[in-house]
């Protein structure tokens, strides 16, 4: 059983940050990629960012310069640390894994931009 637990969503003001957290088990945390994509009402899921096990990272060109993904490897977790948010940043924000052939995904956290 794969668990993928999120945390950290909230409301913010345009221009504030966020930092959300994505706990999971250890094997699965060492061995596999993980990363964060974001679903917006009526939108398709998108990527937000990801990072390999190794540290190596990718940020979807809306986040590029706004958005930091790391591991911390002491408590299992993988981190998004979002910055100068816009109201379009909106959505509910999830945590995923692939552990082929299968993408797990956690139970979503909710981001709202607005003044």
């Known amino acids: 059983q794969v668990q993928l637990v999120e945390s950290g969503g909230g409301l913010v003001q345009p221009g504030g940050s966020l930092r959300l957290s994505c706990a999971t088990s250890?094997?699965?945390?060492?061995?596999?990629?993980m990363g964060w994509y974001r679903q917006a009402p009526g939108k398709q899921r998108e990527l937000v960012a990801d990072?390999?096990?190794?540290?190596?990272?990718n940020y979807a060109d809306s986040m590029k310069g706004r958005a930091t993904i790391s591991r911390d490897n002491a408590k299992n977790t993988v981190n998004l640390q979002m910055n100068s948010l816009k109201p379009e940043d909106t959505a509910v924000h999830y945590c995923?894994?692939?552990?082929?052939?299968?993408?797990?995904w956690g139970q979503g956290t909710q981001v709202t931009v607005s003044s």
């Open positions: 990072i390999t096990s190794g540290g190596t990272t």
């Open positions: 250890g094997n699965i945390f060492s061995t596999y990629n």
């Open positions: 995923t894994v692939l552990i082929v052939p299968t993408r797990y």
